[in-house]
């Protein structure tokens, strides 16, 4: 056998040597992921962005009602495999954001850290528990690639219209967040209308309503604004309990 026979076999013991120790932490570190809270995250918008429900995360985390939770701490947003795994990341999550208070406590002369509902009272204070009867289209325009199948629309409608068109609320609900702090949405906001759905519009250019305001299907809640691609447009999603389902599937037909 040559030198160089000797030496690409080496390289090649060397690649299969990274490549088991790369799976071997994969496993490891099983389906579980961290997110820390920035500031204006809700655990709706949490939830809307890995999509989950937030109310399984708040499970995950031992967060009770009503869910407050605070910048800079960290949140399990991943299923934990076991029971036993669960409680391990929870004490691991616990440790990191005790080391966060207490960074935040110097930092701020033993100040307390900003408190940020991750979700307004709408349990207690909107009783939204019916179902939605009707859902109304949030604004007009033409859906693009309407013959794909959900996720490759994004699990949603992307509807191409003229910049600063009205955006409607497409039910009644109460809004859990408006703001532009997810990746890839924009300015995006988040409806919630009873206990099962959540209506989430994205990529507009002004929005009209703030969290925990009260709207009514069919009020104006934002204008249309500009997606990546530089196209006016809506992207529009309903999830069910945390999880996204076609909007062609529930909105009401329309002639145009």
């Given amino acids: 056998m040559s030198v160089r026979q000797v030496t690409i076999n080496h390289r090649k013991i060397y690649r ?60 399990i947003v991943a299923p934990p495999d076991t029971d036993n795994i669960r409680e391990k990341e929870r004490k691991r999550v616990s440790s990191k954001n005790e080391a966060h208070n207490k960074k935040s406590s110097l930092n701020n002369n033993v100040k307390r850290p900003v408190i940020e ?9 909107v009783a939204f528990s019916n ?33 600063g068109q009205p955006i409607y609320a497409t039910a009644a609900g109460e809004v859990v967040y408006s703001g532009n ?30 969290e925990g305001d009260v709207v009514h299907q069919g009020q104006i809640i934002a204008q249309m604004g500009k997606a990546q691609d530089n196209l006016a447009q809506l992207h529009f999603e309903i999830r069910r309990n945390g999880k996204p389902v076609d909007p062609l599937r529930l909105l009401v037909s329309r002639s145009h």
């Avoid at 120790?21 to 939830?47: A, K, P």
């Avoid at 009867?133 to 199948?149: F, H, I, L, M």
């Avoid at 997810?182 to 309503?209: C, D, P, Q, W």
Wanted: glycine share 10%; with cysteine.
């Fill in 16 to 75: 299969m040597c990274c490549v088991s120790i790369m799976v071997l932490l994969l496993c490891g570190c099983g389906s579980l992921v961290h997110h820390r809270v920035e500031r204006g995250d809700t655990l709706y918008s949490i939830g809307f962005y890995y999509g989950h429900d937030y109310r399984d995360i708040a499970k995950w985390n031992n967060i009770p009602a009503p869910y407050i939770i605070a910048k800079g701490q960290w949140l």
């Fill in 117 to 125: 509902k991750s979700t307004p009272s709408v349990d207690n204070k």
């Fill in 131 to 163: 179902p939605v009867s009707k859902w109304q289209w949030p604004t007009k325009g033409t859906v693009r690639d309407s013959n794909k199948n959900l996720s490759a629309r994004k699990k949603g409608i992307n509807i191409v219209g003229t910049r």
């Fill in 181 to 210: 702090g997810l990746i890839g949405f924009g300015n995006l906001i988040i409806i919630k209308h009873n206990r099962t759905y959540l209506s989430a519009y994205g990529h507009n250019e002004r929005m009209l309503v703030n």
